[in-house]
């Protein structure tokens, strides 16, 4: 959940119920992968830009998911110091079949209620959900202790983003329109 009314809970399961699995972990010498969030990695301040893993976190806009799962990775950081086996995975927004609850479930629910849909100007970095579960594999399989990856695969603007969604619902004639970025700014403030 992104909703600040619950984050006391948020930060009960993102931070308390991670440092008790990594206790367990360390004790009984188990490899771990931390499914994060690419939202930890970072975020452009002022002009628009392709982050990577070594983008610095910003506290700026960041709602108590994010950092939630942003403290959970600094505790991770402090365990692999006293020997734990782990590596962290953030995906990106992350689509796929069965998705009742996340961002697609969302968008899908505000789409089917309007007769028209704005899109903010900008974009975002997608990935589908098979592709978050092999990154999860291949990180447990093959990732090195204490290193973070990136699981995303395209970026794409938020008006092709939508016009795809569309598609997905049956609603090929939903008008979709690209607001000026004032206006991109407040939607987006509202759909989070």
Known sequence: SFDEKKS???YHINVTGTDTILKVALKHKKRVVFVSTAS???S???QPHIIDENTAFSFEQ???YTHSKHIAEQHLSQYIKKGLDAVI???STVYGRGDIHGTGALLYGLMEKYPIFIAPSGGCSVVAVHDVVAGIIAALDKGIAGERYLLTAENITFHRLFTILRKLIKR???PVLIAPQFTGLIGVKAIH
């Open 8 to 10: 006391r809970q948020i």
């Open 44 to 46: 452009p301040q002022k």
């Open 172 to 174: 090929s004639t939903l």
């Open 89 to 91: 995975v953030n995906p």
């Open 62 to 64: 960041k709602n108590p």
């Open 40 to 42: 930890t990695i970072g």
